[in-house]
């Protein structure tokens, strides 16, 4: 199984909204990652967990909150978040190499349409 | 810092060889990566090559890297209506990983 499974893969929610963006790999990968992608451009990291601790948050705004809850699962829960965070979020997996991250494996994204 | 850079079109006709070029700053990169993005999917990687090498060749891709230049490019011979999509060029700075840099990506688009 070398497929990284996102859920959902639309969604639209309000200013005042809570949601959760979901993320599932089965390759043993011990490192995940949240990207931002807007049109056009190339993926923005956001936030990295390895061993299922965060290791490096890209200065996201409080409104995006990462959980880990083990080894195979990756959240991205949303609050109040702004028309501006409208944007395909792609989840990714990597092996934790020590000192570089190789190959990243990208689930198909959430597209996220705030209004 | 660490920049990536890369042509933002190509367009060829359906038969014909495309060649995107790319180039990057980081030199202690070991690892340069080639990704594809269709419409409405996430990243795909296609090929990749260690530092230590002028070239890869897979099947149709091949891949050359002049190291003194920082410059990548990705060839794809006999490219097919398939192959339109987004590439992206990636690399892989040694700053203990997980930061891969991407450059902004080449619009390939097959005319038939």
């Known amino acids: 199984d070398t497929e990284v499974t996102q859920t959902p893969k639309h969604l639209v929610m309000g200013m005042t909204n809570k949601k959760s963006l979901k993320c599932e790999q089965h390759m043993g990968h011990r490192a995940m990652y949240w990207y931002k992608q807007k049109a056009k451009k190339p993926p923005e990291l956001m936030f990295v967990?390895?061993?299922?601790?965060?290791?490096i948050n890209e200065s996201v705004p409080s409104r995006f909150s990462p959980e880990c809850p083990n080894s195979s699962l990756l959240n991205l829960h949303l609050h109040a978040l702004q028309p501006e965070d409208s944007a395909l979020y792609l989840c990714?997996?990597?092996?934790?190499?020590?000192?570089?991250?190789?190959?990243?494996?990208f689930g198909e994204g959430s597209r996220l349409t705030v209004l | 810092g660490e920049d990536v850079e890369q042509s933002l079109f190509l367009s060829v006709r359906e038969g014909d060889s495309s060649v995107i070029n790319c180039t990057y700053t980081?030199?202690?990169?070991?690892?340069l990566y080639w990704y594809k993005q269709e419409p409405g999917a996430g990243l795909q990687l296609l090929t990749y090559i260690f530092s230590n090498m002028d070239m890869k060749q897979d099947q149709r891709l091949t891949v050359l890297l002049n190291k003194k230049d920082k410059h990548l490019s990705l060839r794809i011979a006999d490219t097919q209506t398939g192959d339109s999509a987004i590439y992206f060029c990636a690399e892989d700075p040694n700053t203990g990983g997980f930061k891969t840099i991407f450059g902004a990506g080449t619009r390939l688009f097959v005319k038939a």
């Open positions: 990714a997996s990597s092996q934790d190499t020590s000192g570089y991250t190789g190959e990243l494996f």
């Open positions: 967990y390895s061993y299922e601790k965060l290791s």
């Open positions: 980081d030199s202690s990169s070991t690892y």
